[in-house]
């Protein structure tokens, strides 16, 4: 296992994490600490407006080969949030990152097509926050926005973690381009990781590693994978080999 390619789906890049500056060093230690050869990475914040955070994580990142850059899209923001995708992707973004609950939202919300139809243009993945119905996060709305863009791949985080597990498997189940991945679940719970790879649904070749990082503890989230009993192929597939594919690493 220790020469096992890992990447990580969904790492942040904040410029102080816990009172302490963190940056692109910090979010290189953090990586080195649990044996991740490549992050995506996006940026750490949350703004109504995201183009400068974007900006300034595509700007820091540029030419790093260990980090695959991300940004933060608000759809609400019309053709602005199309503007800036274009522009990010030009800057070398190679993923879109949505944050309803931040941006307040539905996902199957109308706004969310444009953005969605670009990615496709683009041919660049969508990486998804899930969670709360309430919060316009719920994996059933995920389920919802696949299926009305098919050929945009989406990296589901957190995989409707905890009540709504269920319901991201049922979204995956339904729509071949929908992946889950393992943010902070994976580090608190592994064993859920495992009953759905295991579960006749859903296999290892559909859910990808993702640390949450540096909020996510990246080091628990790589050995909960490793220490629960996959097998090596189904290990390899989940800590890296999807998101190798995915991103054409």
Request: aromatic fraction near 6%.
């Amino acid at each position: 296992m220790a020469t096992q390619f890992v990447a990580d789906f969904e790492a942040y890049m904040p410029a102080e994490f816990n009172d302490e500056p963190y940056g692109k060093a910090g979010l290189i230690a953090v990586a080195d600490k649990a044996g991740i050869d490549v992050c995506v990475v996006f940026p750490g914040g949350l703004p109504p407006d995201p183009a400068e955070i974007n900006a300034h994580l595509l700007e820091e990142t540029k030419g790093e080969t260990r980090i695959v850059p991300g940004c933060l899209i608000n759809p609400t923001m019309g053709s602005a949030a199309c503007d800036n995708l274009k522009r990010c992707v030009d800057a070398g973004a190679q993923t879109v990152k949505l944050m309803a609950a931040a941006h307040r939202y539905r996902l199957d919300a109308p706004c969310v097509d444009p953005v969605m139809e670009l990615a496709k243009s683009l041919d660049i993945p969508a990486t998804i926050h899930s969670g709360s119905p309430m919060s316009g996060c719920s994996p059933e709305f995920i389920g919802t926005l696949a299926e009305r863009h098919p050929d945009v791949t989406i990296i589901m985080d957190h995989m409707g973690y905890r009540e709504w597990t269920p319901l991201a498997v049922q979204a995956a189940v339904e729509n071949s381009n929908i992946y889950l991945g393992t943010t902070l679940i994976a580090a608190a719970e592994p064993i859920t990781i495992k009953g759905i790879a295991r579960g006749g649904r859903i296999g290892a070749d559909r859910i990808v590693f993702g640390s949450n990082s540096p909020s996510g503890d990246a080091v628990n989230g790589v050995n909960g994978i490793r220490n629960i009993g996959f097998t090596d192929e189904e290990a390899s597939s989940i800590l890296g080999g999807n998101l190798k594919a995915i991103y054409g690493l």
